[in-house]
């Protein structure tokens, strides 16, 4: 059987790597290393500021990271693209959603920025019990962890964001910025399953993972054709439509899954692992 010609892999974390507690299967780690040792290239993608990747996911091993949505493109250890926006961008979102009671994060390269009362908004869902037994076995840990990354530091830099996720009080919070942003931004529900509509994601338009995964793979020489792509959330849709075959996970949003030219199990059921396999980077 002939050795399959080098491929780029795009994996996003949440729900696809890892699971809603944060646990990384050992499979995803074998699936990702034996790529790699295959001669393939596989690249974290994700919604995540840089600064709040975990470091048990990044020990993992992986050619680079597109980070914030598409905001940051590195590659072989380097910074490649920034595609942060105009200051006067980042002042338009911090008007809109302090007018609006919204409170928000604004992502950069280095660092994610709280707003002043993110934390207070924030307690009492991370404090509400889960039905999940393996969400609530980790809640400790995770109240611990998000309690740090949303207490507020003061005012963010507006030259180097690229990305907002705001948190409003009910459901209505998603409409109320999508309606009242306007055509510039490009606003979408957000990755985390407890939020629903309450939560989300801005970013300018035409700045998201696929466009950015566009830009790599011209700056690596590779056909779009030999690009593939996991994930599992609204921020995923673009970057499986832009790569030569894109997967949803097993339990990915229902509008991932129709967009996607296959789905795999889930985290729990190896599906990272699963997929690798069934397109044969893992070598023999």
Wanted: glycine share 10%.
């Amino acid at each position: 059987m002939a050795t399959p010609a080098p491929r780029v892999v795009f994996l996003d974390i949440d729900g696809t790597l890892v699971d809603h507690a944060q646990h990384l299967p050992d499979s995803a780690v074998a699936a990702v290393r034996g790529a790699r040792a295959a001669g393939h290239r596989v690249y974290l993608c994700t919604g995540r500021a840089r600064a709040s990747i975990l470091p048990h996911v990044l020990q993992v091993g992986f050619d680079g990271v597109i980070s914030a949505g598409g905001g940051f493109i590195e590659s072989d250890g380097a910074l490649l693209i920034s595609r942060a926006m105009a200051p006067a961008d980042v002042q338009t979102l911090v008007s809109f959603f302090t007018a609006h009671d919204l409170e928000y994060t604004l992502q950069a390269f280095d660092d994610a920025y709280p707003s002043a009362g993110l934390l207070a908004r924030m307690r009492p869902i991370l404090q509400r019990e889960s039905p999940d037994p393996r969400l609530a076995a980790a809640s400790a840990q995770r109240l611990v962890r998000l309690t740090t990354a949303f207490t507020y530091r003061g005012a963010a830099p507006t030259d180097t964001i690229a990305k907002a996720t705001f948190l409003g009080r009910d459901a209505s919070a998603y409409r109320l910025v999508r309606d009242g942003l306007g055509e510039r931004f490009h606003v979408i529900t957000g990755s985390i399953p407890y939020l629903d509509s309450s939560g989300g994601e801005v970013s300018l338009r035409g700045m998201n993972k696929g466009t950015s995964i566009t830009l790599l793979l011209e700056r690596l020489g590779v056909p779009v054709s030999s690009s593939i792509a996991i994930g599992d959330s609204m921020n995923d849709i673009e970057m499986l439509q832009t790569v030569g075959v894109g997967i949803a996970m097993g339990d990915a949003a229902a509008d991932v899954r129709a967009i996607a030219d296959e789905v795999t199990g889930t985290v729990a059921e190896d599906g990272v692992w699963a997929a690798f396999a069934r397109h044969g980077l893992l070598g023999r």
